[in-house]
Protein backbone atom coordinates (compact mmCIF):
# COMPACT_ATOMS: atom_id res chain seq x y z
CA UNK A 1 0.00 0.00 0.00
CA UNK A 2 1.05 3.87 -0.98
CA UNK A 3 1.37 5.87 1.71
CA UNK A 4 0.62 9.88 0.97
CA UNK A 5 3.84 11.06 2.25
CA UNK A 6 2.06 14.83 2.71
CA UNK A 7 -0.48 12.65 4.88
CA UNK A 8 2.45 10.72 7.01
CA UNK A 9 4.25 14.25 7.28
CA UNK A 10 1.19 15.43 8.84
CA UNK A 11 0.60 12.80 11.15
CA UNK A 12 4.00 12.28 12.78
CA UNK A 13 3.45 16.20 13.35
CA UNK A 14 0.37 15.41 15.55
CA UNK A 15 2.00 12.87 16.89
CA UNK A 16 5.22 14.66 18.13
CA UNK A 17 3.23 17.66 18.83
CA UNK A 18 5.59 19.48 16.68
CA UNK A 19 5.03 23.19 15.47
CA UNK A 20 6.24 25.79 13.00
CA UNK A 21 7.73 28.99 15.35
CA UNK A 22 8.48 32.00 14.14
CA UNK A 23 12.11 33.22 14.83
CA UNK A 24 12.21 35.86 17.58
CA UNK A 25 13.03 39.52 16.32
CA UNK A 26 16.43 40.20 18.15
CA UNK A 27 17.30 43.61 18.95
CA UNK A 28 20.81 44.76 20.20
CA UNK A 29 22.89 47.37 21.39
CA UNK A 30 22.31 50.66 23.28
CA UNK A 31 22.00 49.99 27.35
CA UNK A 32 20.44 53.34 27.54
CA UNK A 33 17.52 52.21 25.52
CA UNK A 34 17.23 49.01 27.07
CA UNK A 35 14.34 49.91 29.31
CA UNK A 36 12.57 51.60 26.29
CA UNK A 37 12.95 49.41 23.61
CA UNK A 38 11.55 46.32 25.71
CA UNK A 39 8.48 48.52 27.10
CA UNK A 40 8.03 48.49 23.30
CA UNK A 41 8.53 45.12 22.78
CA UNK A 42 5.63 44.26 26.12
CA UNK A 43 3.12 46.76 24.61
CA UNK A 44 3.85 45.82 20.59
CA UNK A 45 -0.17 45.37 19.91
CA UNK A 46 0.72 42.21 17.33
CA UNK A 47 1.42 39.06 19.50
CA UNK A 48 2.20 36.99 16.84
CA UNK A 49 5.98 38.06 16.99
CA UNK A 50 8.38 37.36 19.49
CA UNK A 51 11.33 38.93 20.66
CA UNK A 52 14.94 39.26 22.19
CA UNK A 53 16.13 42.38 23.51
CA UNK A 54 19.51 42.94 24.52
CA UNK A 55 22.25 45.67 25.91
CA UNK A 56 25.83 45.88 25.76
CA UNK A 57 26.65 49.42 24.86
CA UNK A 58 25.60 50.72 20.88
CA UNK A 59 29.02 49.04 19.85
CA UNK A 60 27.87 45.79 20.47
CA UNK A 61 24.87 46.33 18.79
CA UNK A 62 26.24 47.94 15.60
CA UNK A 63 29.07 45.09 15.34
CA UNK A 64 26.21 42.84 15.93
CA UNK A 65 24.98 44.41 12.94
CA UNK A 66 27.57 44.11 11.15
CA UNK A 67 27.82 40.25 11.77
CA UNK A 68 24.60 39.54 10.84
CA UNK A 69 23.65 38.10 14.47
CA UNK A 70 21.20 41.09 14.97
CA UNK A 71 17.75 42.27 13.52
CA UNK A 72 17.76 45.85 14.64
CA UNK A 73 20.61 47.04 15.80
CA UNK A 74 19.82 49.95 18.73
CA UNK A 75 21.90 52.85 19.00
CA UNK A 76 22.16 56.06 21.32
CA UNK A 77 24.65 57.71 18.59
CA UNK A 78 25.08 57.42 15.13
CA UNK A 79 26.81 54.89 13.26
CA UNK A 80 30.60 56.19 12.20
CA UNK A 81 31.80 56.00 8.64
CA UNK A 82 34.14 53.41 9.04
CA UNK A 83 31.11 51.13 10.27
CA UNK A 84 28.99 52.48 7.29
CA UNK A 85 32.11 51.49 4.98
CA UNK A 86 31.67 47.83 6.84
CA UNK A 87 28.49 47.49 6.56
CA UNK A 88 28.97 48.75 2.30
CA UNK A 89 32.09 46.37 1.90
CA UNK A 90 29.97 43.46 3.42
CA UNK A 91 26.57 43.82 2.26
CA UNK A 92 27.33 46.20 -0.43
CA UNK A 93 24.95 48.46 0.63
CA UNK A 94 24.46 51.41 3.67
CA UNK A 95 22.49 50.90 6.55
CA UNK A 96 19.04 52.13 7.33
CA UNK A 97 18.74 54.65 10.06
CA UNK A 98 15.58 55.20 12.01
CA UNK A 99 15.49 58.02 14.49
CA UNK A 100 13.25 56.70 17.26
CA UNK A 101 13.37 59.08 20.30
CA UNK A 102 14.92 62.46 21.78
CA UNK A 103 17.36 62.11 24.69
CA UNK A 104 18.60 64.59 26.90
CA UNK A 105 21.95 63.58 28.53
CA UNK A 106 21.36 64.23 32.33
CA UNK A 107 24.45 65.11 34.61
CA UNK A 108 23.80 63.84 38.51
CA UNK A 109 25.23 64.23 41.71
CA UNK A 110 24.26 62.78 45.06
CA UNK A 111 21.52 64.37 46.72
CA UNK A 112 23.51 65.90 49.65
CA UNK A 113 25.77 67.99 47.22
CA UNK A 114 25.08 71.58 47.39
CA UNK A 115 25.97 72.33 43.86
CA UNK A 116 22.78 73.35 41.86
CA UNK A 117 24.11 74.07 38.50
CA UNK A 118 27.10 73.30 36.15
CA UNK A 119 28.31 74.86 32.46
CA UNK A 120 29.85 72.58 29.29
CA UNK A 121 33.38 74.37 30.18
CA UNK A 122 33.11 72.83 34.02
CA UNK A 123 32.11 69.76 32.94
CA UNK A 124 34.95 69.43 30.52
CA UNK A 125 37.41 70.35 33.46
CA UNK A 126 35.92 68.04 35.28
CA UNK A 127 36.29 64.88 33.73
CA UNK A 128 38.77 65.59 31.96
CA UNK A 129 40.71 66.05 35.16
CA UNK A 130 41.55 69.89 35.18
CA UNK A 131 38.81 70.07 37.78
CA UNK A 132 39.67 67.61 40.65
CA UNK A 133 37.62 69.20 44.21
CA UNK A 134 34.36 70.26 44.62
CA UNK A 135 35.48 73.51 46.05
CA UNK A 136 36.48 74.92 42.89
CA UNK A 137 32.33 74.86 42.10
CA UNK A 138 32.05 76.69 45.12
CA UNK A 139 31.18 73.25 46.89
CA UNK A 140 32.69 71.03 49.98
CA UNK A 141 36.16 70.52 50.01
CA UNK A 142 36.66 67.17 48.46
CA UNK A 143 37.97 65.19 45.73
CA UNK A 144 35.60 64.81 42.86
CA UNK A 145 34.78 60.65 42.49
CA UNK A 146 34.01 60.41 38.36
CA UNK A 147 31.36 57.94 37.18
CA UNK A 148 31.40 57.41 33.47
CA UNK A 149 30.09 54.81 31.00
CA UNK A 150 32.45 52.29 29.30
CA UNK A 151 34.21 53.05 26.43
CA UNK A 152 31.69 50.86 23.97
CA UNK A 153 29.03 53.07 24.93
CA UNK A 154 27.05 55.14 22.45
CA UNK A 155 26.30 57.54 25.51
CA UNK A 156 30.35 57.66 26.53
CA UNK A 157 31.20 58.12 22.79
CA UNK A 158 28.93 61.15 22.80
CA UNK A 159 29.42 62.75 25.85
CA UNK A 160 33.32 62.47 24.29
CA UNK A 161 32.63 64.19 21.27
CA UNK A 162 29.88 66.88 22.92
CA UNK A 163 31.06 67.68 26.29
CA UNK A 164 35.03 66.74 26.47
CA UNK A 165 35.55 68.02 22.62
CA UNK A 166 36.99 64.47 22.06
CA UNK A 167 39.91 64.76 24.88
CA UNK A 168 40.30 62.42 27.17
CA UNK A 169 38.46 61.20 30.34
CA UNK A 170 40.36 61.51 33.35
CA UNK A 171 42.37 58.27 33.86
CA UNK A 172 40.62 58.43 38.02
CA UNK A 173 36.83 58.24 36.29
CA UNK A 174 35.64 55.04 37.45
CA UNK A 175 33.95 53.45 34.02
CA UNK A 176 30.32 51.65 34.99
CA UNK A 177 28.52 48.61 32.82
CA UNK A 178 25.39 50.87 32.10
CA UNK A 179 23.27 53.88 32.69
CA UNK A 180 21.33 52.48 35.95
CA UNK A 181 25.06 51.37 37.73
CA UNK A 182 26.61 54.90 37.09
CA UNK A 183 23.10 56.33 39.24
CA UNK A 184 23.61 53.60 42.03
CA UNK A 185 26.75 54.64 42.28
CA UNK A 186 26.25 58.90 42.49
CA UNK A 187 23.31 58.13 44.88
CA UNK A 188 25.37 56.61 47.16
CA UNK A 189 28.76 58.47 46.62
CA UNK A 190 28.67 62.19 48.07
CA UNK A 191 31.15 63.07 46.23
CA UNK A 192 30.12 61.33 42.86
CA UNK A 193 29.13 62.88 39.39
CA UNK A 194 28.67 60.86 36.39
CA UNK A 195 26.08 60.85 33.21
CA UNK A 196 23.42 59.22 31.29
CA UNK A 197 20.00 59.34 29.79
CA UNK A 198 17.27 61.36 31.44
CA UNK A 199 14.91 58.55 31.90
CA UNK A 200 17.41 56.97 34.85
CA UNK A 201 17.40 59.86 37.24
CA UNK A 202 16.06 58.51 40.10
CA UNK A 203 17.48 58.68 43.63
CA UNK A 204 19.73 61.46 42.71
CA UNK A 205 19.95 65.42 41.65
CA UNK A 206 20.12 66.57 38.04
CA UNK A 207 21.89 70.16 37.63
CA UNK A 208 20.78 72.29 34.78
CA UNK A 209 23.42 72.86 32.44
CA UNK A 210 24.61 76.10 30.38
CA UNK A 211 26.54 76.80 27.51
CA UNK A 212 28.84 78.82 29.75
CA UNK A 213 28.42 81.20 32.55
CA UNK A 214 27.02 84.40 30.86
CA UNK A 215 23.97 81.94 29.36
CA UNK A 216 20.98 80.70 31.22
CA UNK A 217 20.96 77.02 32.71
CA UNK A 218 18.47 74.68 31.33
CA UNK A 219 17.12 71.25 32.75
CA UNK A 220 16.53 68.17 30.49
CA UNK A 221 13.09 68.20 30.05
CA UNK A 222 10.82 68.00 27.28
CA UNK A 223 10.55 71.13 26.22
CA UNK A 224 13.94 72.38 26.02
CA UNK A 225 15.17 69.17 24.51
CA UNK A 226 12.68 69.48 21.75
CA UNK A 227 13.29 73.30 21.69
CA UNK A 228 17.36 72.46 21.79
CA UNK A 229 18.06 74.25 24.71
CA UNK A 230 19.33 72.15 26.42
CA UNK A 231 22.83 71.59 25.15
CA UNK A 232 23.37 68.17 25.98
CA UNK A 233 20.56 65.95 23.44
CA UNK A 234 20.83 63.72 21.07
CA UNK A 235 18.36 61.39 19.04
CA UNK A 236 18.20 57.47 19.75
CA UNK A 237 18.37 55.22 16.50
CA UNK A 238 17.49 52.10 15.14
CA UNK A 239 19.44 50.74 12.27
CA UNK A 240 19.29 47.53 9.88
CA UNK A 241 20.81 46.25 7.10
CA UNK A 242 18.30 46.32 4.56
CA UNK A 243 14.77 47.75 4.10
CA UNK A 244 12.27 47.01 7.05
CA UNK A 245 9.99 43.37 5.44
CA UNK A 246 8.02 41.70 7.67
CA UNK A 247 8.16 41.59 11.23
CA UNK A 248 10.67 43.95 11.07
CA UNK A 249 8.26 46.47 9.34
CA UNK A 250 5.53 46.02 11.09
CA UNK A 251 7.70 46.43 14.52
CA UNK A 252 9.50 50.08 13.71
CA UNK A 253 6.29 51.11 11.78
CA UNK A 254 4.32 50.94 14.91
CA UNK A 255 7.36 52.67 17.19
CA UNK A 256 7.43 55.83 14.66
CA UNK A 257 3.35 56.13 14.79
CA UNK A 258 1.70 58.01 17.62
CA UNK A 259 1.46 55.09 19.24
CA UNK A 260 4.83 54.36 19.39
CA UNK A 261 5.91 57.19 20.56
CA UNK A 262 3.26 57.65 23.24
CA UNK A 263 5.44 55.01 24.60
CA UNK A 264 8.42 57.19 24.66
CA UNK A 265 7.19 59.83 26.48
CA UNK A 266 6.07 57.39 29.48
CA UNK A 267 9.61 55.70 29.98
CA UNK A 268 11.01 59.14 30.15
CA UNK A 269 12.39 59.99 27.02
CA UNK A 270 10.83 62.48 24.34
CA UNK A 271 9.60 61.73 20.77
CA UNK A 272 11.38 61.73 17.40
CA UNK A 273 9.14 63.55 15.53
CA UNK A 274 5.58 65.77 16.06
CA UNK A 275 2.09 64.18 15.05
Known sequence: MKINPI????SLFLLTGATFIQPALTIKGSDTMV???QRWTELFPSKHISFQVTGGGSGTGIAALING???ICSSSRPM?????QQMKEKYNRVPIEVRVARDGISIYVNKDNPISKITMKQLKDIFTGKI???????GTDHSIILYSRENNSGTYEFFKDHVLSKKDFDPKAQH???????VGAVALDRWGIGYG???YTIGVNELPVAIDENSPYYSPNEENIVSGKYPISRFLFFYIKDKPEGSSK???DWVISKGGQNIVKDVGYFPSMKF
Open 69 to 71: TTD
Open 35 to 37: ILV
Open 80 to 84: KPAEI
Open 250 to 252: EFI
Open 197 to 199: GAA
Open 132 to 138: RNWNQLG
Open 176 to 182: MPGTSAV
Open 7 to 10: VLLS
